[in-house]
């Protein structure tokens, strides 16, 4: 099945809408669309894996521990997290390309860092 994806409150906007743009078949929602902005680590983790979408963020100092004590107790769809330093349009074609070479149970219960 394809990915879909979720962006927390901390990804850049434009990562978002320019992967929507490049590849308009993807399915990425923003947190405040899903009702997940203001909420804590946990919750969004909670709400990606509800909607069975892999959680994208820039959170890479303490995501990682929210998502590994999620997925002790729980299955997530998954995890992405993008550096705040690399560039706009390396995240976008990173995303758009894991999104065409993979399907959604390769992703089960991992993270990844970009770029691959």
């Known amino acids: 099945m ?16 320019g992967v929507r743009r490049r590849e308009p078949a993807i399915s990425f929602a923003q947190a405040f669309e ?3 902005a203001g909420q804590d680590d946990s919750t ?23 998502f590994y004590e999620f ?6 769809p998954g995890r992405i997290l993008i550096p705040q330093k ?13 999104w065409i070479a993979s399907d959604d149970r390769e992703w089960v219960n991992r993270i990844c860092y970009l770029p691959l």
């Open 44 to 66: 969004v983790l909670r709400i990606a894996a509800q909607q069975g979408r892999i959680l994208v963020s820039q959170d890479v100092r303490t995501m990682p521990q929210y």
């Open 71 to 76: 997925t002790q107790r729980e299955t997530s």
């Open 2 to 17: 394809r990915i879909r994806f979720l962006a927390d409150e901390n990804l850049r906007r434009a990562i978002v809408l």
């Open 86 to 98: 690399l560039a706009l349009s390396v995240a976008i074609d990173e995303l758009v390309l894991l």
């Open 34 to 36: 899903v009702e997940a």
